[in-house]
Nanobody, 127 residues
Framework: DVQLQASGGGLVQAGGSLRLSCAAS????????IGWIRQAPGKEREGVSL????????YYLDSVKGRFTISSDNAKNMVYLQMNSLKPEDTAVYYC????????????????????WGKGTQVTVSS
């Protein structure tokens, strides 16, 4: 019954912006950290950003710092990833995922700390 539905991907030119949305249901939203993870063809998955719903603390992959912003609308059980100044190397399938525990715990556990995964949304950035 847990659902994580990512949307908002698409084709955008380099330098442009997209906002991804993740709609969560079936678990106690405030008890979780929500993350965005991406995977490009032939590449390993990498964690892009994490947000602790309970305290608002965040993590960003170094390569997206200053360009991407993670946020939530807790009343709607929604998490967003605002992506600005997009680069071709940002092209990937983006997934939202949820893990119980604090942000520090999730950072320590890495991908194995994610309990629930949604289907991804494709982001393609043209040069």
């Amino acid at each position: 019954d847990v659902q994580l539905q990512a949307s908002g991907g698409g084709l955008v030119q380099a330098g442009g912006s997209l906002r991804l949305s993740c709609a969560a249901s079936g678990f106690i939203f405030d008890d979780y950290s929500i993350g965005w993870i991406r995977q490009a063809p032939g590449k390993e998955r990498e964690g892009v950003s994490l947000l602790s719903i309970s305290d608002g603390s965040t993590y960003y992959l170094d390569s997206v710092k200053g360009r991407f912003t993670i946020s939530s609308d807790n009343a709607k059980n929604m998490v967003y990833l605002q992506m600005n100044s997009l680069k071709p190397e940002d092209t990937a399938v983006y997934y939202c995922a949820a893990g119980s525990g604090t942000l520090a715990t999730m950072r320590r556990l890495g991908m194995s700390g994610m309990d629930y995964w949604g289907k991804g949304t494709q982001v393609t950035v043209s040069s």
